[in-house]
């Protein structure tokens, strides 16, 4: 499911992550730790890859486009659950 937010709306969301999330994140994706940094906003593509994110330029940094939400969705519940705490 794809899922339309603004770029600095994402950035907020990965700076708002605890310590150690991104490496969570990408241990239960088995994916590298860069790839969850570059479906934030990273463009290190040398030791990570894309994740369909797609940006385009406009007022708050952009609009971004995600193919796919699971990062985006396991980021919203570790931020849930520092709420609940």
């Keep these: 499911?794809?899922?339309?937010?603004?770029?600095?709306?994402?950035?907020?969301?990965?700076?708002?992550?605890?310590?150690?999330s991104i490496h969570k994140i990408a241990d239960k994706l088995n994916v590298t730790v860069?790839?969850?940094?570059?479906?934030f906003g990273g463009t290190n593509y040398e030791f990570g890859k894309n994740c369909g994110v797609h940006i385009e330029p406009g007022p708050d940094g952009g609009i971004v486009v995600l193919d796919d939400t699971t990062i985006y969705d396991m980021a919203i519940e570790i931020l849930q659950e520092l709420d609940k705490e």
């Excluded at 499911?1 to 150690?20: A, V």
């Excluded at 860069?34 to 479906?39: E, G, H, I, K, S």
Aim: charge should be positive.
């Design 1 to 20: 499911m794809t899922k339309t937010i603004s770029f600095n709306d994402l950035r907020r969301i990965k700076d708002s992550l605890p310590d150690g």
């Design 34 to 39: 860069q790839t969850v940094r570059n479906y």
